[in-house]
């Protein structure tokens, strides 16, 4: 036989546990405190593709106004390239020496069609390879943040949407260069 437990035992017991609602309301906060933060750290890492890939997508993007024209890459540094600039949009000037920044999409002895960075002699690769490439960090981001989403927050097929659309960023631009 088995001696019942003596009754203010039973009571402090009970102080010390909570009342089901108490217990409820606490898992709901803290349910409520975790997607809060996970949807921030989603929310961040999209914005941080989106600004990283911004600064050079609106050169390639709205040309309205820019110059544009190809290059014809004659030497590599181990950041920069350069060659001569060959204007092909009006009040667009030739020059001698334009510098693309070095990178897989960049080889000498290419040709490629490019937008003059304002105030310089920098110029950014334009075209359906130049809009790919400009948007590779948020395909980055896409992917990483679709871990968060599908993991943080419990949303897998919203998760895939993200991956999928990151993944396809990434190979269009890969594909494209």
Do not use: N
Request: aromatic share 6%.
């Amino acid at each position: 036989m088995i001696p019942a437990m003596p009754a203010a035992a039973a009571s402090s017991h009970r102080r010390k546990s909570g009342s089901p609602r108490a217990r409820q309301a606490s898992a709901a906060a803290l349910r409520f405190g975790r997607l809060a933060a996970m949807g921030v750290v989603a929310g961040l890492i999209l914005f941080a593709g989106v600004w990283g890939s911004w600064g050079t997508a609106q050169q390639v993007m709205l040309t309205k106004g820019r110059e544009r024209g190809t290059v014809e890459v004659t030497r590599c540094g181990e950041e920069m390239c350069w060659g001569p600039y060959t204007p092909l949009s009006a009040g667009s000037t030739a020059r001698a020496r334009v510098e693309i920044e070095k990178s897989v999409a960049v080889r000498k002895g290419r040709t490629y069609t490019v937008v003059v960075k304002p105030d310089g002699d920098e110029v950014v690769r334009s075209g359906p390879a130049g809009v790919l490439y400009a948007w590779v960090p948020l395909g980055g981001a896409l992917l990483l943040a679709s871990v968060v989403v599908a993991g943080g927050l419990g949303r897998p097929r919203v998760g895939w949407v993200l991956a999928g659309s990151g993944a396809a960023l990434l190979t269009a631009a890969f594909v494209a260069v």
